[in-house]
């Protein structure tokens, strides 16, 4: 199954160089019908450009400041001088919600556009 999401641009360009490898996002309702080995089509939201993923793995948590404390900050989308803080996900996402749902961190690998069509042809042979 293929997924939808938008990002800024950001950590869609880290995503991109390989070194964002988790997404950080609520568990809500849309979340929960990611599953391992499905891909997610990430949108740019500046440029349109696109990134076609496929998820490794489904990393669920009560909270962004567990979910932070099981990954290196790179990997989760800060730069080596940067701070990485839970609360900066509050940002996005209300505490409540974020209480109600609890939050994922999916881990992601990019995949290759052209392999994906050459795929799709061959499906279709």
């Known amino acids: 199954m293929i997924h939808n999401m938008k990002l800024q641009n950001d950590p869609f360009m880290m995503i991109d160089n390989g070194s ?3 997404e950080l996002r609520l568990y809500d309702e849309k979340r929960q019908k990611i599953k ?3 891909l997610i089509k990430f949108t740019n939201i500046d440029t349109n450009q696109t990134i ?3 998820v490794i793995n489904m990393h669920v948590f009560t909270d962004f ?3 932070y404390k099981a990954f290196d900050k790179i990997s989760l989308g800060y730069k ?4 990485a803080n839970p609360l900066d996900m509050e940002k996005y996402y209300n505490p409540l919600d974020i209480e109600k749902y609890g939050v994922i961190g999916i881990e992601i690998e990019k995949v290759d556009n052209e392999l994906l ?3 799709k042809m061959v499906k279709k042979l």
């Not at 080596?80 to 701070?83: A, H, T, V």
């Open 117 to 119: 069509q050459n795929k």
């Open 36 to 38: 391992k080995d499905d």
């Open 52 to 54: 076609l993923t496929k």
């Open 20 to 22: 964002k490898t988790i």
């Open 65 to 67: 400041k567990k979910l």
């Open 80 to 83: 080596k001088d940067e701070k």
